[in-house]
Structures are given as structure tokens and as C-alpha cells.
């Protein structure tokens, strides 16, 4: 399993993950397995991965082609991402499963947050790419303040007001670090270590 939390304003973007997932072993069965959840897309962007820990690869692998088209602005960096994530999964599902529907171990879910066009209305986007349950391809839309997966409505609805009066992220971070560690100590599939970070004009820094 996997915990993603993101939301943003006007000051910029708060992200959290934990560092939990399901894999199989030999005998097929389900272990717990540690992965890097958050992964940095250059200065101003970042991705969050949750679901099956090979998306961590395929961040990895994205952050490279990334580098490489030197794409900078969130918008470019989300619509070459779609394909590239959806491409990249379908490899992945070659090797891992071999019948529809797709098993839920092996969905993947993403979150891609960063800068749009400095002269944008609202600078800072964040959007969610996610399997469709039918076929084994990609989907993605964007995020508008808050969101979080899996889906914890209570606290999406609190980080939506606090996004909505557009309270400074120092005020919105100790909020989400609560709520994270919280679920870690309640919930078996979220587990430590958490990583937060946020996103500004000054770029993307992991909090301590």
C-alpha cells in the first residue's frame, strides 16, 4: 500500500508520502518492502508514486528523460509524462501480469506537482495519473487543491480550506506531518520513513 498527500496555493505546494509497499516474494506470497516514494523532476517539479514499489523505477527512469528534454515548466513535464509513465507501465505489466483485470498489486498511481509559466494565474499545479481498472494503461487529470491516496476525505476537506484562504505552507506542513504519522501508527499498509517536502519560487526542498 501507499499514502500520498498534496496540496497547493498561492505560496506554493506541500507533498507527503510514506515508504511502504506490497510486493511478492518467491512463493507468491505478500511482503512489506520499503521504496523512495518522492523523487525530485529538476529545481521546480516533483513526483510522488504509490501502489506497486516499481513505480519507483519508473520515476526514476522519467526523471531522466526529463533531464534530458530539459523540460522545466510542470504542464510540459505532466503531458510528456503521461505516455512516457504509460509506456513504461505496460513494460511492467508484460513482465508482472498476464491477465485482465488488472490485479490491485499491481496498479500504480502518481503525482506530479511544480511550476507552470511564471506569468500564470496560478503558478504552482499539481495533477494525478492512475490505472484504469480495465485496461492496463494510464489515465490523468488535474489536481485543484488538495488531494490525497488513498482517499482520506476528512483531511482533504481540511487542507482544501486552509488552500482555499491560502494560509502560508509553514502553517499547512506541521498539518499533514501530524495526519501522516497518525495513519502510520493506525494504519499496517502506511509505514515510515515519511518524506515532506514543498515546492516555492525557490524551488523544491525536502522538509526536515
Known amino acids: 500500500m501507499s499514502q500520498l498527500i498534496a496540496c497547493r496555493n498561492a505560496h506554493g505546494i506541500v507533498l507527503a508520502a510514506d515508504s511502504l509497499a506490497l510486493d511478492l516474494d518467491r512463493k507468491e506470497a505478500m511482503v512489506p518492502v520499503k521504496t523512495e516514494r518522492f523523487l ?9 508514486t504509490g ?26 513535464i505532466y503531458r510528456a509524462a503521461l505516455p512516457f509513465l504509460a509506456s513504461e507501465y505496460e513494460l511492467f505489466m508484460r513482465k508482472k ?40 494503461q494510464l489515465d490523468g487529470d488535474e489536481i485543484e487543491l488538495a488531494y490525497t491516496v488513498p482517499r482520506r476525505m476528512g483531511l482533504e ?18 498539518l499533514v506531518r501530524k495526519h501522516m504519522e497518525k495513519l502510520g501508527q493506525e494504519q499496517d499498509e502506511v509505514g515510515p520513513p515519511f518524506t515532506y517536502a514543498v515546492i516555492t519560487s525557490e524551488g523544491v526542498r525536502v522538509a526536515d
Open 97 to 136: 501480469c498476464h491477465v485482465l483485470p488488472v490485479d490491485p498489486l499491481h496498479h500504480v498511481h502518481f503525482i506530479i506537482a511544480g511550476i507552470s509559466s511564471p506569468d500564470s494565474a496560478q503558478p504552482y499545479r499539481m495533477y494525478l495519473l492512475w490505472t484504469k481498472k480495465s485496461l492496463p
Open 40 to 48: 525530485p523532476l529538476g529545481d521546480h517539479a516533483a513526483i510522488l
Open 157 to 174: 476537506y481540511t487542507l482544501g480550506r486552509l488552500c482555499k484562504e491560502n494560509k502560508p505552507l509553514d502553517d499547512i506542513l506541521p
Open 51 to 76: 501502489g506497486a514499489p516499481e513505480g519507483t523505477g519508473m520515476c526514476r527512469t522519467l526523471k531522466r528523460f526529463v533531464a534530458e528534454e530539459a523540460l522545466r515548466n510542470v504542464e510540459d
